[in-house]
């Protein structure tokens, strides 16, 4: 097998077992980068020069006879809303193309302290705001199984990447459903835990409490390996929980007999593409015939889960996007001496932002507005409270919850780009994990149509990613779309 | 038409910690520009807040000294607007659910009365924008982000203020006891404590409140109560003429004398404020106040009360002695020393102050110990030296911080008591002063006071005065 078709645990094996070098490993990935990225426009930076240097200190460490980190020699690519210490960072915008940052995300250095190679940064949409890829400064990335179509959004650089084999995994930021909708487009692994669970520190907020960083990955057990890694509490970032961190990897025994599969059937029943339909069917089959109880349930607020979202969403951004003002970093109009400042900022915030990041600007200050931040601030919060309730009800009778991660298969290049509406419901199954705060896991399962891979979204309980993990691990095993790659 | 004025005061206070409000970056002052920085206090992307824990329990001691209700719970909050010190274009600070909530401060100003506080809440500094002082301040202002982050409390009090006088006794009684419980340094020119007032008035007996100005930039006491003046005059000035007041916010402009439009209610800003999600809500457990709580020294206003009952002193001493907590701290052991408070408190007021202010010393830095001081008064007490003498050695043991007794006895100051010496300057006197003696004899009450006068210089003011006063009326009656 190729050393690009390894998974992330086998060429840590390899690395540790001094069976093959970590410059190997690095010198493979970087030329396929250099071979298909051309074609994808999944990268919007690689650091082959830092990356080898990385993997040359990983490898002398070894023949000096140092033990290795759980990650030891694995190549990894950042999102680049995803702080590193002197690579270039710009979430995909204008505003911040000229930016490095001078420290690091707390999960950087975590995977780097467990001895991960980082690639480079990927593309998404700027600001994370986007379910296509194609809000990106940098121009859209293409899906690796379909060239016209979008690899999704926002992560779609990362979920990209890792499907073409130009890197064995890689981060991305879920706010709406960011990882778990590329993944499914882009046939991988995507994660998101549990709020809380991953610190936030040095990821470029978009709405603060909804964001989370999750890994892709090609085996669920891959993604549960970055997880360990760089889950648990983190001084620097006051929402992440005190939860103890358990070993994901003993989590996934293979056996989910008896495990309740909740399903709300209602919720899932309308706006399906036909060939996801029957791609969720089946793989509902294959988690009964592996020993899983499926249950009914219900979640009669899920229907207002968009709403809600893009109200909570919007506010927390038009905030959270007012430090990009052109006094100290980023982007700065150029001005004439007779210009103000208000015109230093207008001039700058409209110059650097993109159309969809100022659509959300402009409604989130909208719904903080004195007069309407009751009718629709506070009335979201309310309502995502009722969401949060449906789900503890539901969790009564279930261990996870099942839905189609996206309710369509990977969409053509531009097509919805002048439909906002139609691009945001594309979020309707994986946005109230973020308003509940649940770990999501989005898993092959199939494809629709020609080739294009449908997703399978499991949902656990708040900081219960081990049995979601458990469940979606032995779906993998049972159902065995992870070893299809992709045509490019 | 007679006007009543309406003045609620709003005060910012900077809490006494090492670090900033959310990040590990140095508070002091003075340091050069941007250097106390980091990417938190910079607001640079993904930096997150951590909150301070010293600083809630300094906020949590000052809601306890102003007897404020502490909150079990209370949220942070972002208050959004552009402006370029800002530099997250948002300040956190606390809004519908602030960290305490009632309380109030006596005052004696407008006959004795109580000044209730609305709340008290938790927020940050911004950073300082710099727009002169560099060759092309013409063109460019300069940002310094050292205080962008320094924890901050804000004081809110009731519009119960009738005058610039009540309201300059609140704000000076408010620094005392945030000074005193050590919450802030009290420096106003340093800009760790800053006032503004919300001022209205309306015709003598009306019950509703007028439209209310807020005055703001009254950085010292005297800009208070100026500007308070000027606003009251100003208000009631168009109201007589048949003019409206209207909602604005001003600024107290120091060298006009003069209080100036700075945004009409229209221009205000909408702060959008929500709920911080970078912050968890700030649970406060009743054992954590209760923790803060013994930390407090005792507070201003029941050690005056103690001071009376406990030493016998007169309210006004009381009052004198606790207006810090070093001068309260000095008198008692200076008394307890003594073994008489009354003697402690009258040097203390007297020679020490007087000393202190023209020398302009703080007490930090007075040289005299309370021991030393007391051992000025034992020596008074057990009759060594006289009341005037004392003075003499008083001013010595100032400057060289020698023991009261060692000046004493090397400079032969002791008083003299031995009868038969002193008999003798007492004869001497009467013999040389013979008109002085008739004009006595004659009933002039006050020659006495003058030949008593003449045997404390005879014996060079060393004669033990009581002693002097008794022999000389015996020599006289004798004669
Ligand atoms: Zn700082």
């Known amino acids: 097998m190729s050393l690009l078709d390894r998974t992330a645990r086998d060429i840590r094996d390899e690395v540790t077992a001094g069976r093959t070098s970590a410059v190997e490993v690095c010198t493979a990935f970087l030329s396929r980068i250099a071979d298909v990225d051309p074609r994808l426009n999944a990268f919007t930076l690689v650091d082959g020069d830092r990356a080898l240097d990385r993997a040359r200190t990983i490898d002398r460490r070894r023949a000096a006879g140092e033990r290795l980190g759980p990650l030891a020699g694995v190549p990894i690519a950042l999102k680049d809303n995803i702080c590193l210490r002197g690579m270039r960072t710009t979430a995909a915008s204008r505003i911040l193309d000229t930016f490095v940052p001078p420290y690091s995300a707390t999960v950087a250095e975590r995977l780097e302290a467990a001895d991960a190679v980082i690639l480079g940064k990927t593309n998404c949409d700027e600001f994370a705001m986007g379910s296509s890829t194609e809000n990106s400064a940098h121009g859209p990335t293409r899906n690796p199984w379909a060239t016209d179509r979008t690899p999704g959004g926002s992560s779609g650089g990362s979920a990209a990447a890792v499907a073409a084999r130009c890197a064995p995994l890689a981060l991305g930021s879920d706010t709406g459903g960011s990882i778990r909708q590329p993944g499914s487009f882009c046939g991988v692994v995507g994660l998101k835990p549990s709020y809380g669970r991953v610190s936030r520190y040095g990821l470029l907020a978009f709405a603060s409490s909804l964001d989370q960083i999750g890994p892709f990955a090609r085996t669920v057990a891959d993604a549960a390996l970055v997880l360990s890694a760089m889950a648990g509490l983190d001084p620097a970032d006051a929402t992440t929980a005190r939860e103890p961190v358990p070993d994901f990897q003993a989590a996934l025994t293979g056996d989910i007999t008896g495990v309740r599969v909740g399903v709300p059937r209602a919720f899932v029943s309308e706006g399906v593409d036909e060939g996801v339909r029957r791609a969720f069917d089946e793989a509902l089959d294959t988690l009964r015939r592996s020993g899983a109880t499926l249950v009914d349930i219900e979640l009669p607020h899920a229907k207002y889960a968009i709403p809600v979202y893009y109200l909570v969403c919007t506010a927390e951004a038009s905030s959270n996007l007012a430090r990009y003002d052109g006094v100290r970093y980023g982007h700065r109009a150029s001005l004439s001496r007779n210009d103000d400042l208000k015109t230093m900022y207008n001039r700058s915030r409209s110059e650097g932002f993109g159309v969809e990041v100022k659509r959300r600007i402009m409604l989130g200050t909208y719904v903080l507005s004195a007069g309407y931040y009751d009718a629709f601030y506070l009335k979201a919060q309310q309502v995502r409270t009722l969401l949060r309730r449906d789900y503890e009800r539901a969790f009564e009778h279930a261990d996870v919850i099942a839905m189609p991660t996206a309710p369509t298969p990977p969409f053509r290049l531009g097509e919805r780009l002048q439909d906002p509406l139609q691009m945001y419901l594309e979020d309707v199954f994986t946005v109230s994990a973020n308003l509940a705060g649940l770990p999501g896991v989005s898993v092959p399962c199939g494809f629709a149509g020609e080739r294009l891979p449908v997703g399978l979204q499991l949902m656990g309980r708040m900081f219960d990613e081990a049995t979601m993990l458990r469940v979606a691990d032995a779906y993998e095993r049972a159902a065995g779309w992870w070893k299809e790659s992709p045509p490019i | ?479």
């Open chain 2, 1 to 479: 038409m007679k006007f009543d004025a309406v003045v609620g005061l709003e005060i910012h206070a900077q809490l006494h910690t090492r670090t900033k409000a959310f990040c590990g970056c140095s508070t002091s002052f003075g340091s050069p520009a941007n250097s106390q920085v980091c990417p938190v206090c910079l607001g640079l992307p993904g930096a997150l807040p951590v909150l301070n824990s010293h600083a809630v329990d300094l906020a949590i001691k000052a809601a306890l000294a102003l007897e404020c209700d502490v909150q079990p719970e209370s949220i942070f909050a972002r208050k959004n607007y552009f402006y370029p010190d800002l530099p997250k274009g948002y300040q956190i600070s606390q809004y519908e659910k602030p960290l305490a909530l009632g309380g109030g401060l006596d005052i004696d100003a407008g006959g004795g009365k109580r000044v209730a506080l609305t709340r008290i809440h938790m927020e940050e500094d911004a950073g300082k924008s710099l727009h002169e002082g560099f060759p092309d301040s013409n063109q460019r202002t300069y940002l310094d982000f050292n205080r962008s982050g320094v924890p901050l409390i804000e004081i809110v009090s009731e519009p119960d203020m009738r005058s610039a006088a009540e309201a300059s006794e609140f704000f000076t009684r408010l620094r005392d006891i945030l000074v005193w419980v050590g919450v802030n340094d009290g420096n106003m020119e340093e800009g760790s404590l800053r006032c503004d007032a919300n001022v209205s008035v309306r015709p003598l007996g009306e019950s509703a409140l007028g439209t209310k100005v807020e005055v703001k930039n009254l950085n010292s006491f005297r800009y208070l109560r100026d500007a308070i003046d000027y606003e009251i005059d100003r208000q009631a000035d168009l109201i007589e003429r048949g003019g409206r007041v209207v909602q604005e916010t001003r600024l107290w402009d120091s060298t006009g004398g003069r209080t100036l439009s700075m945004r009409s209610k229209e221009e205000a800003h909408d702060y959008r404020y929500f709920p911080e999600p970078d912050l968890p809500a700030l649970m406060v457990s009743e054992a954590r106040v209760e923790a803060v709580r013994r930390t407090m020294p005792e507070l201003p206003e029941a050690r005056r009360r103690r001071f009376v009952a406990a030493y016998a002193l007169p309210e006004y001493d009381a009052g004198v002695l606790t207006q810090s907590a070093a001068l309260a701290d000095y008198f008692e052991v200076v008394a307890t020393m003594a073994r008489n408070p009354k003697a402690a408190s009258n040097w203390i007021m007297g020679e020490l102050l007087r000393a202190m202010k023209d020398r302009g010393t703080a007490m930090v830095e007075v040289p005299l110990t309370p021991a030393l001081l007391a051992g000025l008064i034992v020596l008074i007490d057990d009759g060594t030296i006289s009341g005037s003498i004392a003075k003499e050695v008083f001013a010595k043991m100032l400057d060289s911080g020698r023991p009261a007794a060692d000046i004493v006895k090397a400079e032969g100051l002791a008083q003299n008591s031995d009868e038969g010496a002193l008999v003798a300057i007492v004869q001497g006197v009467i013999a040389a002063n013979a008109e002085a003696v008739a004009q006595f004899r004659a009933g002039s009450a006050k020659t006495f006071g003058f030949l008593v006068g003449q045997v404390m210089k005879g014996s060079g003011g060393k004669a033990n005065p009581a002693l002097a006063n008794r022999l000389l009326k015996r020599e006289l009656d004798r004669g």
